[in-house]
């Protein structure tokens, strides 16, 4: 009776626990983001503009920086752009580039994930494939750069090179020809080695090359995206890819620069070693493209600073070349404008398209075959099984998940050792009382 008592008051006083925990990670305010050494920057254009300010130039951490003109790679701005350094996952940067200009890539042709490609760490970012899994090129290559899975980076490696070795020695080839001279890459994921190495003005010119072609933009650019079914998870969706560069995730309004219309790219990359990475691409409002590279942020920086930098680097360089300032209020009122004016060229349309359809509707072998047509467009789409979603977690979303996880491993935790406890107490017990009847 004492142990189903303790039993049920801890039940009580654990999901009492649990409740508040859960409520606090929903309610409490994020807090600024704090420096290593104790500066607070702002979380958003409106928290700056009330509280506080922006950082300067002379104030970004890192060990290296550059931002460089994307039409023609003129560098704008630079802090030891020649220094080399570990770029962690900006590597896949380089790795998306080989595989898209390999002439054997096909985003249909079919990979099966080896069990040296699916052998990393618990911790290694990965997109979970196993041992055996098949996988397009395409949704591998989304899982690269969005996810950065280290296991489709081994994937793709294998697949064009036949090695991960290999792969990783047409790179440094590759890179080298690109003008990417003090540079060397030991792999194709960017997890930590001695002689995995790159330089700002290296990483730039490989970023300004994988920007040109239309595939990687595409890939970079989207916000989410969902690996579909495969011969070891069975349903569309199994994994639904959340970018990890952060910055396609906020609204023009979050971080706004006057002199930045949006951000289209491209990858992050953190290890301990090398600290935070970041390579972004911006748009200025007169459709100037701006690429920057931040390497070795110190590890000890909140990582949301890692953004704000980049926000720095971007600005300064747009007016340096004379980009044009636009006030939030101004270009939200114009993209409101943007979308009255696609509403009434949408009315048009539409008008158009009924005196059309009229006209079909009177040829019926007309109207037959555009149904076909429609049939089969309507199959392409769910071969491909993929979509790119514009609905990107929240922070706070991601908060309740995290706290979630926390209050179910601790549960089951907590559980286990109450049932062992229990246990135990059980069996001293019934010691105690065959040693009282062996004594009488």
Same mark, same amino acid.
């Given at each position: 009776?004492r142990?189903?008592?303790?039993?049920?008051?801890?039940?009580?006083?654990?999901?009492?626990?649990?409740?508040?925990?859960?409520?606090?990670?929903?309610?409490?305010?994020?807090?600024?983001?704090?420096?290593a050494?104790?500066?607070?920057?702002?979380?958003?254009?409106?928290?700056?503009?009330?509280n506080?300010?922006?950082?300067?130039?002379?104030?970004?951490?890192a060990?290296?920086?550059?931002?460089?003109?994307?039409?023609?790679?003129?560098?704008?701005?630079?802090? +030891?752009?020649?220094d080399?350094?570990?770029?962690?996952?900006?590597?896949?940067?380089?790795?998306?580039?080989?595989?898209?200009?390999?002439?054997?890539?096909?985003p249909?042709?079919?990979?099966?994930?080896?069990?040296?490609a699916?052998?990393?760490?618990?911790?290694?970012?990965?997109?979970?494939?196993?041992?055996?899994?098949?996988?397009?090129?395409?949704?591998?290559?989304a899982?690269?750069?969005?996810?950065?899975?280290?296991?489709?980076?081994?994937?793709?490696?294998?697949?064009?090179?036949?090695s991960?070795?290999?792969?990783?020695?047409?790179?440094?080839?590759?890179?080298?020809?690109l003008?990417? $001279? +003090?540079?060397?890459?030991?792999?194709?994921?960017?997890?930590?080695?001695?002689?995995?190495?790159?330089?700002?003005?290296?990483l730039?010119?490989?970023?300004?090359?994988?920007?040109?072609?239309?595939?990687?933009?595409?890939?970079?650019?989207?916000?989410?995206?969902?690996?579909?079914?495969?011969?070891?998870h069975?349903f569309?969706?199994?994994?639904?890819?959340?970018?990890?560069?952060?910055?396609?995730?906020?609204?023009?309004?979050?971080?706004?620069?006057?002199?930045?219309?949006?951000?289209?790219?491209?990858?992050?990359?953190?290890?301990?070693?090398?600290?935070?990475?970041?390579?972004?691409?911006?748009?200025?409002?007169? +459709?100037?493209?701006?690429?920057?590279?931040?390497?070795?942020?110190?590890? $000890?920086?909140?990582?949301?600073?890692?953004?704000?930098?980049?926000?720095?680097l971007?600005?300064?360089?747009?007016?340096?070349?004379?980009?044009?300032?636009?006030?939030?209020?101004?270009?939200?009122?114009?993209?409101?404008?943007?979308?009255?004016d696609?509403?009434?060229?949408?009315d048009?349309?539409?008008?158009?398209?009924? $005196?059309?359809?009229?006209?079909?509707?009177?040829?019926?072998?007309?109207?037959?075959?555009?149904?076909n047509?429609?049939?089969?467009?309507?199959?392409?789409?769910?071969?491909?099984?993929?979509?790119?979603?514009?609905?990107? $977690?929240?922070?706070?979303?991601?908060?309740?998940?995290?706290?979630?996880?926390?209050?179910?491993a601790?549960?089951?935790?907590?559980?286990?050792?109450?049932v062992?406890?229990?246990?135990?107490?059980?069996?001293?017990?019934?010691?105690?009382?065959?040693r009282?009847?062996?004594?009488?």
């Amino acid at each position: 009776m004492r142990s189903k008592y303790l039993f049920s008051n801890y039940c009580k006083w654990f999901y009492s626990f649990a409740i508040v925990l859960l409520i606090l990670s929903m309610t409490i305010p994020v807090s600024a983001n704090v420096t290593a050494s104790g500066q607070s920057w702002p979380n958003s254009f409106d928290d700056a503009t009330a509280n506080g300010r922006w950082p300067t130039i002379e104030e970004i951490p890192a060990k290296a920086w550059i931002v460089v003109d994307a039409s023609d790679g003129t560098i704008l701005l630079a802090h +030891n752009e020649y220094d080399r350094n570990f770029p962690a996952s900006t590597t896949k940067i380089m790795t998306a580039l080989t595989v898209l200009s390999d002439s054997s890539y096909d985003p249909d042709r079919v990979l099966t994930a080896s069990e040296t490609a699916v052998d990393l760490s618990w911790d290694s970012s990965k997109i979970y494939l196993q041992k055996d899994e098949t996988i397009r090129m395409h949704d591998a290559m989304a899982g690269l750069m969005l996810a950065s899975g280290n296991d489709a980076a081994n994937v793709l490696a294998e697949a064009v090179s036949g090695s991960i070795e290999e792969f990783a020695r047409r790179m440094t080839v590759e890179a080298f020809a690109l003008g990417a $001279e +003090n540079t060397s890459f030991m792999n194709p994921h960017g997890l930590h080695d001695e002689n995995h190495y790159t330089t700002a003005a290296d990483l730039a010119v490989i970023a300004r090359a994988a920007m040109q072609l239309p595939d990687f933009r595409e890939l970079v650019s989207a916000e989410t995206y969902s690996l579909p079914a495969s011969n070891k998870h069975w349903f569309n969706g199994w994994n639904t890819i959340l970018n990890t560069n952060r910055l396609m995730h906020f609204d023009q309004s979050y971080l706004y620069s006057p002199y930045i219309q949006e951000i289209i790219g491209i990858k992050t990359g953190t290890t301990s070693a090398a600290g935070f990475c970041l390579v972004s691409a911006g748009k200025t409002h007169d +459709n100037r493209e701006l690429i920057s590279v931040l390497l070795g942020i110190p590890y $000890e920086e909140k990582q949301g600073s890692t953004w704000i930098y980049s926000r720095t680097l971007l600005e300064e360089a747009a007016k340096k070349i004379g980009a044009p300032a636009v006030k939030l209020e101004d270009y939200l009122a114009e993209q409101a404008g943007n979308v009255g004016d696609n509403n009434n060229a949408g009315d048009n349309i539409g008008e158009s398209i009924t $005196e059309q359809t009229t006209e079909v509707v009177e040829t019926s072998e007309e109207l037959s075959d555009q149904t076909n047509v429609s049939e089969t467009i309507v199959k392409d789409n769910n071969t491909n099984n993929q979509s790119v979603s514009d609905d990107g $977690e929240n922070d706070l979303q991601s908060t309740v998940k995290f706290w979630i996880w926390i209050v179910l491993a601790l549960s089951l935790i907590s559980f286990s050792l109450l049932v062992v406890t229990i246990r135990q107490r059980k069996i001293i017990r019934k010691s105690r009382i065959k040693r009282t009847r062996h004594i009488r």
